[in-house]
C-alpha cells in the first residue's frame, strides 16, 4: 500500500489499516511497506504483539534476508526461483518457531 501516491484517500487507507490490524489481531503474520503515510496510519501501527524478526537490508534478489534466515538450525533452505517474500512467512512462523524450538525475535 503506498499513500498518498496510489490515490488512496485517508478514508480508503483507514479502511485499510483497520483490515491490517483484524488480520494481525487473529495471529497472523503481516508485512507493510508504507511510504509517506498520513500521521493517522503511522499512528494505527503499535507496539501490541508486534516484534521485529529480522532488520536490515534486503540485497540483491533478498540475498541477505534469505543468508540471515538460512543460518539459523532447522530453517528450510529456499528453493530456486521461489518468492523471498513467501518464503520467509512459512519459515518464520510461529509454529515454526515452536518446531525448531527458537524465538525469531531474540535471535
Excluded at 532488520?55 to 521461489?82: C, M, Q, T, W
Excluded at 512459512?90 to 525448531?100: I, M, P, S, W, Y
Aim: charged share 20%.
Amino acid at each position: 500500500m503506498y499513500e498518498p501516491t496510489s490515490g488512496l484517500d485517508a478514508r480508503s487507507a483507514a479502511i485499510v489499516m483497520r483490515t491490517v490490524r483484524n488480520t494481525v489481531d487473529t495471529g497472523r503474520t503481516v508485512v507493510c511497506t508504507i511510504n509517506q503515510p498520513s500521521i493517522d496510519i503511522i499512528e494505527s501501527f503499535d507496539e501490541r504483539g508486534g516484534q521485529e524478526i529480522y532488520v536490515g537490508p534486503l540485497g540483491r534478489n533478498s540475498n541477505h534476508v534469505i543468508k540471515y534466515f538460512e543460518a539459523i538450525d532447522g530453517v528450510n533452505k529456499i528453493k530456486d526461483g521461489y518468492n523471498p517474500a513467501t518464503w520467509m512467512l512459512e519459515v518464520t512462523t510461529g509454529a515454526q518457531e515452536l518446531a525448531l524450538g527458537v524465538d525469531f525475535a531474540e535471535i
